[in-house]
């Protein structure tokens, strides 16, 4: 990583230079690297300074061990740190004789604040120590764990630039912070009882109604969770009717990766991942029986994430009844608790004591709060382990602002998302900047932290975009505010963004071929597209094939309700007269089937239609309270996909899968023979469709929300394998349209360079379209 130092120049007296400055750039402040540079420079005897500034850690140091401190530096660097450059340069000696660390000094920022990140050991031994100033402290941190990200309002990361700002030190936490020996060093949330933070209620106000039954919101990194005891099947599911949320699963928490094995079957990869620092939820196989029914109905797996702020720990040891003396408990905790996001109706994330009390009051019996402000919401992350490898459903806490490496330099550029599970990227130089999760742009509330979202992460990044992306989509909230920019804007089809998102964190600059396989998106002719084979490449796509149109009756209702797809596979098949026998619990969907006889119905390429279909079909789901609701279920009934069994015809591109429908429509096999039959006609069929554009040897692109379905990514990775093929999964950001801002940002900044190389009437320049002036956002 690190760039050789200049040759050593002749000193006026003919003795080589033995010092070196030397920038440090990534995610280098707030992470202990200041004090750590400082120890190792004072253990080699090395005399200098360090500082923290807009680029990162400025660093000069002369003596006779310079090699070996510089290959120190980057292998022993603290664990939240990430060195993405380190450059070295010889000057002349000053004849220092100490080391010390100066004030951090402004300028425009390039730097980056860290994630957000669980309570690490030494903190976790503070938080039970008798002896400890933090014993018992909910707020206890250091330099190698706490908030982060969401306490940031700017940078240089010093703590006036944080929601610490209000809080004076004690004179035992100064001593903390200007020691460089102490792990708390420059640690920008260092607090304690006697100058800290405090919680609104007691831990053992909390522990006392989770164990009577009640329904408690606490105030967490990002926000505030609600929380219940999972194994209470009467307060999860009065949560469920408090929250209005049907049937979508919650997540649990555990105390500790020792306590994961009462809930789940982990994988090794899935243990690590549940272990992370950046302590996300986790999805894997469910204990059976172990938590209440409702908390993931009908669904063979379970999201579980580990206690990750000193205030969990506090309530989970409360509810062991201790130890209270020391780090490690005696074996696993039994307490297992629903925790979920304190957002009512779809709003954003609660993050605000005084707004917990206005929007929470109808569904948590207990509000616990703390005076600590959250600068900026950030929900819980959510992954799993696809194809041997972390894969992101929801991408937000302990993970952003990390950013990606887009391999090159390029123009500055906002890309704003679409409608569902929105996100906002910001490139700077070779690097896209994903936001955390916002949402489903369909409230007020959610509408104006999309907005907040873009205004921080360019006031963070110091960016004002030379371009901005968004949906090609003409009435989503997201292509509207584009517009609002007074610079250039880039409309990017929904299903080529997808692609991009996978081509850009894979680094791939030239053509590549991909799949996106997805709910529904704008089509370029205005229809609704879900089902692409596309080649890609830079900001230039191509639409090579789609999967058979399938009517949408109802249009948007359709989603919502499974049993119109099967109609629409019905008829697309010849097949309506066998409706009364698969769908007679549907009142309305005689009137529907003369409709479609009449073919008057919109159509779409839409594979995540064709997977409500098959779902209603078999009898698994006919109507859905959330999105994917019923492709979810339909996956958790898979035993092992039947391959090879030639359920699909390709002519001129168009994929289709008649002869599966067909078969399922029989109304013969039960729900989960046709679960393995329909997972393995759907990898077949795309891997052979796949084949007729690509060569052995060539990468496949494989996006969009389908691909979060594990049976289907595995599967069908492990087919192109079997071809000579190289598939490309979303490991950076999610597959769905949580990942969307990055193909767009990754494509419009394609589109920019071409202009600026080749002009306006170059290649690319058609979808560069110029707006009116209007004001920029703060």
């Known amino acids: 990583m690190a760039e050789d130092p200049a040759p050593a120049a002749p000193s006026p007296v003919g003795r080589p230079v033995e010092r070196l400055r030397i920038r440090v750039r990534g995610a ?14 004072t253990e080699l005897g090395l005399a200098g300074h360090v500082l923290n500034d807009g680029d990162g850690v400025a660093i000069e140091v002369e003596g006779s061990d310079l090699a070996a401190f510089l290959a120190r530096l980057e292998r022993e660097a603290p664990p939240l740190a990430r060195l993405e450059s380190v450059v070295a340069e010889a000057l002349a000696s000053t004849g ?11 300028g425009r920022v390039t730097t980056r604040v860290p994630p957000d990140a669980a309570t690490c050991p030494a903190c976790l031994g503070d938080l039970f120590d008798p002896t400890s100033r933090f014993h018992r402290y909910p707020f206890v941190n250091c330099t190698h764990c706490g908030p982060r990200f969401t306490i940031t309002a700017r940078l240089p ?3 006036p630039q944080t929601a610490m700002a209000g809080f004076a030190m004690c004179p035992a936490c100064a001593r903390d912070y200007r020691d460089p020996t102490d792990r708390r060093f420059h640690a920008e949330p260092i607090a304690c009882p006697a100058c800290g933070p405090r919680l609104t209620r007691p831990v053992a106000d909390i522990v006392a109604a989770l164990k009577a039954g009640r329904i408690v919101a606490v105030k967490g990194l990002g926000g505030f969770h609600l929380m219940c005891d999972a194994g209470d099947e009467a307060v999860v599911a009065e949560l469920r009717r408090r929250k209005n949320r049907d049937a979508k699963p919650f997540a649990v928490m555990v105390a500790d990766a020792g306590s994961l094995d009462r809930v789940a079957r982990p994988s090794a990869a899935e243990r690590a991942l549940f272990a992370s620092t950046a302590a996300p939820i986790v999805v894997m196989a469910a204990v059976p029986g172990a938590v209440a029914p409702s908390v993931a109905p009908r669904l063979g797996r379970i999201g579980v994430m580990a206690a990750h702020t000193p205030l969990h720990h506090l309530i989970f040891r409360e509810a062991a009844g201790g130890p209270f003396d020391r780090a490690a408990p005696d074996g696993p905790n039994p307490f297992v608790v629903v925790a979920t996001s304190a957002n009512p109706g779809g709003e954003p994330l609660v993050v605000d004591d005084t707004e917990a009390e206005r929007r929470l009051a109808g569904i948590a019996d207990l509000i616990v709060g703390h005076d600590r402000p959250i600068v900026i919401r950030a929900d819980d992350s959510v992954a799993g382990v696809i194809d041997g490898a972390p894969a992101f459903l929801r991408r937000s806490r302990g993970f952003v602002p990390e950013p990606i490496d887009l391999g090159a330099d390029g123009p500055p550029v906002l890309a704003t998302g679409a409608y569902l599970k929105t996100t906002v990227t910001v490139t700077r130089g070779r690097e896209a900047f994903v936001s955390q999760h916002v949402g489903d742009l369909d409230t007020v509330e959610t509408l104006r932290f999309h907005r907040e979202t873009a205004a921080h992460l360019l006031a963070l990044l110091d960016v004002r975009p030379a371009v901005v992306a968004c949906d090609l989509h003409p009435d989503f909230a997201s292509s509207r505010f584009a517009g609002e920019f007074d610079v250039p804007v880039v409309a990017v089809q929904h299903h080529a963004a997808h692609v991009a998102a996978i081509a850009a964190e894979h680094r791939v600059a030239g053509p590549i071929f991909g799949l996106a396989l997805d709910g529904i998106g704008h089509g370029d002719d205005g229809g609704a597209w879900g089902g692409e084979a596309l080649r890609l490449d830079g900001g230039r796509w191509t639409r090579l094939g789609h999967l058979a149109p399938l009517a949408l009756p109802g249009g948007d209702r359709a989603a919502r309700e499974p049993w119109r797809m099967a109609l629409a596979a019905l008829a697309h098949v010849g097949a309506l007269d066998r409706w009364p026998a698969l769908l007679s619990g549907v009142p309305a969907a005689g009137a529907v089937a003369k409709r479609l006889e009449a073919g008057r ?11 409500d279909a098959a779902a209603a079909l078999l009898g698994v789901r006919l109507t859905q309270d959330h999105e994917a609701q019923a492709a979810m279920e339909l996956e958790a009934l898979v035993t092992a996909p039947v391959l090879g069994s030639g359920l699909h015809t390709i002519t001129d591109g168009v994929l289709d899968f008649a002869p599966l429908i067909e078969r399922l429509a029989r109304g013969d096999l039960d729900a989960a023979a046709g679960a393995d039959l329909f997972h393995g006609a759907l990898i077949d069929g795309l891997a052979d469709w796949s084949a007729g554009w690509t060569r052995p040897g060539d990468a496949i692109a494989l996006g969009g929300g389908c691909l979060m379905n594990r049976v289907l990514a595995e599967g069908l990775c492990g087919a192109l394998r079997d071809a000579g093929r190289v598939p490309l999964l979303a490991r950076a950001v999610p597959a769905n349209d949580g990942g969307l801002s990055l193909g767009q940002a990754a494509m419009a900044r394609a589109i920019a360079i071409r202009v600026e190389t080749h002009g306006r009437d170059g290649p690319g320049a058609v979808s560069l379209e110029d707006r009116g002036s209007v004001p920029q956002i703060d």
């Open 601 to 611: 119905e919109a159509t779409t390429t839409s594979a995540g239609r064709l997977f």
């Open 28 to 41: 280098v402040q707030g992470v202990g690297m200041r004090p750590f540079v400082h120890r190792l420079a």
């Open 96 to 106: 220092a004789r100490d080391f010390r660390i100066d004030e951090s000094v402004g």
């Open 157 to 159: 990361y010093d703590r």
